[in-house]
Nanobody
């Protein structure tokens, strides 16, 4: 599966953005999907994940209550709604696909597929 993330940009602290990740291929619904981010000088970190049918989600503690991951399998798309953004959310955001939802707990090194990142900048 090939992934293309979009929706990044510049926003003030407290604002909102919605990221999208469009997938090619007819097997999208087989994959658990997730978002990671990488800030300058830092390692890539987990943000959120969603299982194949959207029935199970997980979040990093730093974004719980502010970010929401969702998916529309008919559109081959996963979303990340980001509210109450903080300057520390500034990073390149990447979407990822993996057949095993539990893999997201093991970190970015085990992901099967990556999209190109989209930059989110939150100004104070």
């Amino acid at each position: 599966v090939q992934l293309q993330a979009s929706g990044g940009g510049l926003v003030q602290a407290g604002g909102s953005l919605r990221l999208s990740c469009a997938a090619s291929g007819r097997t999208f619904s087989s994959f658990a999907m997730g978002w990671f981010r990488q800030a300058p000088g830092k390692e890539r970190e987990f943000v959120a994940a969603i299982n194949w049918n959207g029935g199970t989600t997980s979040y990093a503690d730093s974004v719980k209550g502010r970010f929401t991951i969702s998916r529309v399998n008919a559109k081959n798309t996963v979303y990340l709604q980001m509210n109450s953004l903080k300057p520390e959310d500034t990073a390149v955001y990447y979407c990822a696909a993996n057949l095993d939802y539990s893999a997201y707990a093991r970190g970015p090194s085990v992901m099967n597929h990556w999209g190109k990142g989209t930059l989110v900048t939150v100004s104070s």
